[in-house]
Nanobody, 123 residues
Framework: QVQLVESGGGLVQAGGSLRLSCAAS????????MGWFRQAPGKRREFVAA????????YYSDSVKGRFTISTDNAKNTVYLQLKSLEPEDTAVYYC????????????????WGQGTQVTVSS
């Protein structure tokens, strides 16, 4: 199994920045890529970004492209999501997840999930 622990969420004003972290442990060799999803109250879980462990190839949703940056520190088995130019619409619980399929934007292709971290953007 793979264990994922997110951190870094919080309350920020519109236009501000945050960096989320996700530390992976366990059978991380089974993971091809990592992704971030988010879920706002009353809404479906939404793909945000993904990155491969090998090669660092990245994928973004249109709603965050140019504002968010996903990266990894392979030595630390950690994936980051840098959030900039935050908008109230970015308010959600952010989850990191592990997948066996590069570039996947489908939540059901991610087999391990963290507990989530709350990001709240005030206007």
């Amino acid at each position: 199994q793979v264990q994922l622990v997110e951190s870094g969420g919080g309350l920020v004003q519109a236009g501000g920045s945050l960096r989320l972290s996700c530390a992976a442990s366990g059978r991380t060799f089974s993971s091809v890529a990592m992704g971030w999803f988010r879920q706002a109250p009353g809404k479906r879980r939404e793909f945000v970004a993904a990155i491969t462990w090998s090669g660092g190839r990245t994928y973004y949703s249109d709603s965050v492209k140019g504002r968010f940056t996903i990266s990894t520190d392979n030595a630390k088995n950690t994936v980051y999501l840098q959030l900039k130019s935050l908008e109230p619409e970015d308010t959600a619980v952010y989850y990191c997840a592990s997948t066996y399929r590069e570039g996947s934007r489908l939540y059901y292709e991610y087999d391990y999930w963290g507990q989530g971290t709350q990001v709240t953007v005030s206007s």
